[in-house]
């Protein structure tokens, strides 16, 4: 898992947005600041996208050029109802019988996370890690919610240190 938000979990961490706040001497930071002030409110497709790539760099480690295309790129995949209504459907019963079906997964788990995501932070990773029987979460120096954009060598030896040290079956 790269980055995954604890909201299964029952706990929506702080971290994230004291990563954010950590960030706020970074130039692109108080435009990024106005966004999400201005996200919960609005309801318009198109401005929900403009606001969330306004807000686009605190999703990374830096904010060059990689960086950029990728958050350009991103406001074609994002699909409101998908996301809206994937939460609906999961009542608190449901919630812990899937944590519950977690315990039981028989394989290694592992949970990248960023130490400059300001979108999920770190600690949801550690708690979903800690939701497998043999979970792991890696931290990766440097990245934010997109490590394989912020530095692609080192989210890729975080994922092939893992796989080369698991048995295969």
Partial sequence: MVCPGARLQGELPEDAREIFESRADEPWWPEAYAAVQLLPGTTDLAEVRRLLLQAAPMAYGRWEEPQRAHAESEGEQLGPVPRAGFWQGVDEAGRRAVLTRLRE???PVLAITGDRDAV???RAGELVAESFPDGQARPLPGVGHY????????????VEDFLAHRPTP
């Avoid at 490590?147 to 975080?158: G, K, N, T």
């Fill in 105 to 107: 997964v028989p394989c």
């Fill in 147 to 158: 490590p394989w954009v912020d530095d692609p060598d080192l989210f890729r030896q975080a």
């Fill in 120 to 122: 999920t932070g770190m």
